[in-house]
C-alpha cells in the first residue's frame, strides 16, 4: 500500500469521528491494528510496529478486558497499591460467588485479595 493511499484511509476514518468524540482505547486498538498491517506509512516504520505489537500483546492477554472495550464498555481498573483493592477485591469474590461465578475466577480473586492486603502499607496508598 502507497503512503498517499494509507494517508487518505487513515485521513477518511478520522473525518467519520464526530469532531466532540474523544480518542478511545477501541480506536487505538483499530489503528494499532491498521499501523501494525502497514508500518511502511510511519516514519520509523519497525519501531512503531514493535510497540503497536507489544501494546496489542499486553490488552490481547486480557480477553475480558480486550472484549469489553471494543464493545464501549467502561473498565475500572484496580492496581496493588490501593488500599481500598483488597477489600472491593473481596466483595466482588464474594457477590460473584453468590451468583454462580466460575469458581477459578473467584478463588484468584480472593487469593490476589489476601497476598494484597498483605503488604507493607508503606507501599500502598489512596487513589490520586
Not at 30 to 58: C, M, N, S, W
Request: aromatic letters at 8%.
Amino acid at each position: 500500500m502507497s503512503p498517499e493511499t494509507a494517508s487518505a484511509i487513515v485521513e477518511e476514518t478520522a473525518a467519520k469521528r464526530a469532531p466532540e468524540s474523544h480518542y478511545t482505547i477501541a480506536d487505538a486498538i483499530t489503528d494499532a491494528r491498521f499501523y501494525r498491517a502497514h508500518p511502511e506509512i510511519l516514519i520509523d516504520g519497525q519501531k512503531a510496529k514493535r510497540v503497536i505489537d507489544a501494546l496489542l500483546a499486553a490488552l490481547e492477554r486480557s480477553q475480558s478486558y480486550l472484549k469489553a472495550i471494543q464493545r464501549g464498555q467502561e473498565v475500572f481498573v484496580l492496581v496493588e497499591q490501593d488500599r481500598a483493592a483488597p477489600s472491593v477485591i473481596l466483595a466482588w469474590a464474594t457477590a460473584a460467588e453468590e451468583h454462580g461465578c466460575e469458581s477459578e475466577k473467584v478463588n484468584d480473586a480472593y487469593h490476589m485479595a489476601v497476598r494484597w492486603s498483605q503488604q507493607d502499607e508503606a507501599n500502598t496508598k489512596w487513589p490520586d
